[in-house]
């Protein structure tokens, strides 16, 4: 029930809730993946239950297509979409752009597809994912596993001409096993502690031999909800360049909270 859940979760939740209210009937709708986009998730389930809306969902990993269908969300695949209205999406930290760093969840390469197909980007994050500047959280880098240390060295000398502070690379575990992505990838976590010029990080990157995508979104987000402990949730759009305040009621529906 919603009375268990942590400051965070709440914060995740109202932000997942509000988020939901973008969604129109008809609309095809990309679904994020990792906790913020689960609450999501759930909450267009409850929606399609109770309010009988219907519209199409892409998801952006197996995990968030497994609980799409079991919330009973219309699953389809992005090239059976065509293309999106909207993407809702979580973000492991945004900054007063809404650049974004993806990818903790190890989702980025089919997020940022899903989400440059699409007509607008709303990402959904508790009010401690918004920094200054990029850079505090390791920005994922996902690459083919072939040759993947020689992919590794390329990406630590190329940081080397980068405004970053630190530039150590970490490859993503599993147990004792590397990571591996829906499409069978590696990643590389970026300890960077400051990313100057995120634009500039995110084109020299994607032209390392073996860099399959980067997890800094730049330019592809257009709104974002704000998601705060106590219910309080602020949506900032970029485009129109406003700031708004609502309020989100926590509810005690088991249907939604029986899997947390
Ligand atoms: O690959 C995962 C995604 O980029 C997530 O959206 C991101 O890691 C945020 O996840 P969470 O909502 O669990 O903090």
Redesign the pocket.
């Known amino acids: 029930m919603s009375g268990d859940l942590s400051p965070i979760d709440k914060a995740?939740f109202v932000a997942a809730r509000r988020a939901a209210e973008f969604v129109e009937d008809g609309m095809r709708v990309g679904l994020?993946?990792?906790?913020?986009?689960a609450w999501l998730v759930r909450c267009l389930g409850e929606r399609v239950r109770e309010e009988g809306i219907r519209f199409r969902g892409v998801p952006t990993s197996t995990r968030t297509a497994e609980l799409a269908r079991e919330v009973g969300i219309e699953v389809v695949s992005l090239e059976e979409a065509g293309w999106l209205d909207l993407t809702i999406?979580?973000?492991?930290e945004f900054d007063g752009e809404l650049s974004l760093i993806?990818?903790?969840?190890?989702?980025?390469l089919q997020?940022k597809i899903v989400a440059t197909a699409s007509d607008q980007m709303v990402v959904i994050?508790d009010a401690a994912k918004s920094v200054e500047t990029l850079g505090a959280f390791p920005l994922p880098v996902e690459v083919i596993p072939f040759g993947w240390t020689a992919s590794q060295a390329l990406l630590e000398e190329a940081l080397v001409s980068m405004d970053v502070l630190g530039r150590q690379t970490t490859l993503r575990m599993n147990g004792d096993q590397p990571y591996h992505t829906d499409e069978g990838n590696y990643i590389l976590d970026l300890h960077l502690s400051r990313i100057g010029n995120p634009r500039q990080m995110a084109l020299i990157l994607n032209q390392i031999p073996g860099v399959v995508e980067n997890?800094l979104f730049i330019d592809i987000c257009d709104k974002v909800v704000i998601g705060y402990g106590d219910g309080k949730v602020e949506v900032r759009d970029i485009n129109a360049g406003t700031v708004d305040e609502d309020r989100v009621d926590f509810v005690e529906d088991d249907n939604l909270f029986r899997d947390v």
């Not at 993806?102 to 980025?108: D, I, N, R």
Request: aromatic content about 0%; glycine content about 38%.
């Open positions: 995740k994020g993946t990792g906790s913020t986009a999406d979580g973000a492991d993806k990818g903790g969840g190890g989702a980025l997020e994050a997890g």
